[in-house]
């Protein structure tokens, strides 16, 4: 039973999460933070290592393709951030965060590693960022409408 209870409160503070390498992200949305986690790669078994603290609620996560860079939408502060990934110990340093019109409920980066999509349900609009080289997120976003 104890055991039950653990994995369920694990799922419950786990808003999302997201493999990068050996390195395990997960949105810990109500603490504002996300925990970093070292994944054995035969066994699957996680690791806690740290978390991070963030300026608002930790929402949807992705990496680009080379594993360098962490995306986030801040959800309580309606701001995308991007994050770069120690490949040594999976920390994460704040590269930039930039304030879309509405608020991202999900991201996801293209296969070249140079674009970041952000969705808005409850505005039915989806933006694009593009990843500069530095893994900074270009604040001028494109909007699209999706009704």
Known sequence: MKHCLSVAAFVLLSVS??????FVYVSESG???TAIFRQDPETGELT??????????????????????L???????KTLASFQIDPLTGRLTLLSTTAPEEDPTYVSVDRTGDWLLAASYGAGKVSVHRIRESGRLDPEGLWYTTA
């Open 17 to 22: 999460h997201v493999a990068a390498g050996q």
């Open 31 to 33: 603490d504002d933070t």
């Open 48 to 69: 806690f290592l740290s978390r991070l603290e963030t300026d608002g609620s930790p929402g949807a996560l992705d990496v680009d393709p080379r594993r360098k860079f």
């Open 71 to 77: 995306f986030a939408a801040l959800r309580s502060t």
